[in-house]
Every structure is written in structure tokens, then in C-alpha cells.
């Protein structure tokens, strides 16, 4: 799942606004799952607190930079729809 996140990411890069969110997207939806997973390991005691502290904050950090990411694009995106055509 990490590397589907880095390659969603990568693909985003590249290309023009318009097609950016979709891969955006899939990588919070990527990193959700891990999120989730990782809250599993914990509350099933097969990671202890430590340590799912110590995984979870990257996480989150890189769940608000995508997000942020996200918003831009969409804010972007709706500027786009409301400016006047040429």
C-alpha cells in the first residue's frame, strides 16, 4: 500500500490540474486503509502504544499535506468553473 501511495503521488506530480484529483484521492483513500489497519494492530494489542504512536504521526502529517493538496486542487478547479470563457 506505501508504494501504491508513492506511485498515486508520482502520477499526480505529472500531470495537468484537471487530472490531478482523482490520484490524489486514491492516495488518501491508500492511506486511510493504513491508518485503519494500523488501528487494528493497536487495539488487538499486537502493537503496543509506543509504537503505534511512533507510526501513526508520520501518518497523519502526510494525511494533512494530501489533504491540503486536495483542497487546492478542488479550489483551484472551481475558480477555473466560475471564471468567465474566453
Known amino acids: 500500500m506505501f508504494i501504491e501511495i508513492i506511485e498515486a503521488i ?3 506530480t ?7 484529483q482523482p490520484w490524489v484521492r486514491l492516495a488518501i483513500r491508500k ?4 491508518k485503519v489497519l494500523i488501528l487494528i494492530l493497536w487495539e488487538t494489542k499486537s502493537l503496543d502504544n509506543k509504537k503505534y504512536i511512533h507510526l501513526s ?4 502529517e502526510i494525511g ?3 489533504g491540503g493538496w486536495n483542497g487546492q486542487i478542488s479550489k ?7 471564471s468567465p470563457a474566453r
Do not use: R, Y
Open 10 to 12: 508520482s502520477i499526480a
Open 14 to 20: 505529472f500531470l495537468d490540474k484537471s487530472e490531478k
Open 31 to 34: 492511506l486511510d486503509t493504513i
Open 57 to 60: 504521526e508520520p501518518l497523519d
Open 64 to 66: 494533512k499535506m494530501l
Open 76 to 82: 483551484s478547479l472551481a475558480q477555473n468553473k466560475n
